[in-house]
Structures are given as C-alpha cells and as structure tokens.
C-alpha cells in the first residue's frame, strides 16, 4: 500500500484532480471538489472532523486533449 501525498490548504494544485479532504489519521471528512492544476487549494473549515486537515488526490481526469 502506497503513502498518500497530502496537500495542504493554500497550496497549488499539481494536478487536475478531484482531492478530498481528510483528517490527521485519514478518516474523510465529506468533502470532495475538481480543481484544476495550478489552482489553490481552499481554505478547510469542517466540524466533523479533528484537525489538522488535509487535502489527498482521489481522482484524475481521463479526458485527453
């Protein structure tokens, strides 16, 4: 099993990507969103799970061209 890459808020995306966001231990947190590389990660603001958060990538686009 591969180590997920975290992100962290405020960073740039480096990929066009979905990225979920996910607590210190990895539990989700709910909260999936499309950015496209080179944008910022937002800000997190999420009650239901403990900080610190993160962001990890769960999907790319398969759309070539």
């Known amino acids: 099993m591969s180590p997920l890459e975290r992100h ?5 995306a480096r990929f066009s990507a979905m990225y979920a966001v ?18 910022r990660l937002p800000l997190i603001t999420v009650t239901d799970v403990e900080p610190p958060l993160w962001y990890v990538m ?3 686009s398969t759309v070539v061209g």
């Open 22 to 39: 996910v607590g210190c231990d990895g539990e989700p947190a709910g909260v999936a969103m499309w950015f496209n590389a080179g944008e």
């Open 8 to 12: 962290e808020p405020l960073e740039l």
């Open 58 to 60: 769960v999907g790319v």
